[in-house]
């Protein structure tokens, strides 16, 4: 007998980490006939979305990104009352939410007639003292956490008994093509927030193309600095090295127009886009921050990392690359060696092990 497993998140239409970890986990399942897989979005924002797929439930919630303070509390509510709603006469075997503010949600009303898993998709620490508390206090009532690295399984360890570590795995494990190392672009892919350090990295670009200015760099994204960012790159004169986009699902175009990616997070957990930027070949520099670039980067050889607030050797790094294209093109072959181990034929082993455990 099938069993049936419900993902859910805030929403799978917005192109970015969550939505493609959960749509690449829906994938996967759905080839092995032992699961009935889907995913309850409590909304889809975006209207290219396509959202035919049957296993795609949307709760018909507005977009919470850019709600204020007090109507995301109103509507984290509201979703509470109607996920509760739509799972009372479901009867699922496991329902897994993705990341803190679901996992929570849930906690708040668990049925003992299924499971429920908090899947992490950040940084344990990258939260306020609030979330931070009642996170210890109500995770007692999942079933199972499931962390991104072993560095925050010791800290989940500290308040609940039952944790298993999966990273990501990259769905581009078909790809044959990679990057020419000839496109002198640098590419950057995410939000435009303070955690992921977009400011950090324009101010390096600042110096980087007084001495590169026949390099580009590409960055695709959303998020509340994303006019700062525009404002500061008007500032230091930089509109024609730097380009700012929307984001995009269609990733793979990037990476392979592109020579090299950039991180300059102050916090990570797990970067998917490190691993899709290893496996189209490109070598990465990265701050050193917490969790996630360690766990995924060789320094040195596929790669470099960089101590956390080092902006000087940061660059020196960079120019390392700019500067030689064997080298470029002798680290992007490592990276594309090294991120077969987050291929989904090793993940999803790890998956399948939680998902058969026996239901009491």
Known sequence: MKKTIYFIINDVSIAGGLSRVTLNLYDELKKLSKYNVK??????????????????INLGLVSPHKLSKFNKLWWYLKFIYKINLFL???????VI?????FNLCLSLYISKSYKVYGAEHSYYGNNNKLIIKMRKLLYKRLDKIISLTKVDELKYKQFHNDIVTIPNFTNFY??????TQKNKNLLYLGRFTKIKGVDILIDLMKDFFTKYPDWTLT????????????NKITEYQLSENITIQEATNDVEKEYLQSDIYLMTSRSEAFPMVLLEAQTFGLPIVSYDCNTGPSEIINDNKDGFLVPMGNDK???NKLELLVNNYELRKKMGQ?????????????????WEEILDEKIN
């Open 39 to 56: 995913i309850i979005s409590a909304s889809i924002s975006t209207n290219e979305f396509n959202d035919n797929n049957q296993d795609i």
């Open 88 to 94: 009372k006469d479901k009867n699922p075997d496991i």
């Open 97 to 101: 939410g993705i990341g803190v503010l």
């Open 174 to 179: 078909n790809n044959i093509n990679t990057s």
């Open 219 to 230: 960055m695709r994204g959303e998020g509340p600095l994303k006019n700062e960012i525009i």
């Open 313 to 315: 050797l940061f660059l």
């Open 334 to 350: 490592q990276a594309v060696a090294n991120v077969k181990k987050f291929y989904p034929n090793n993940i999803m082993k790890e």
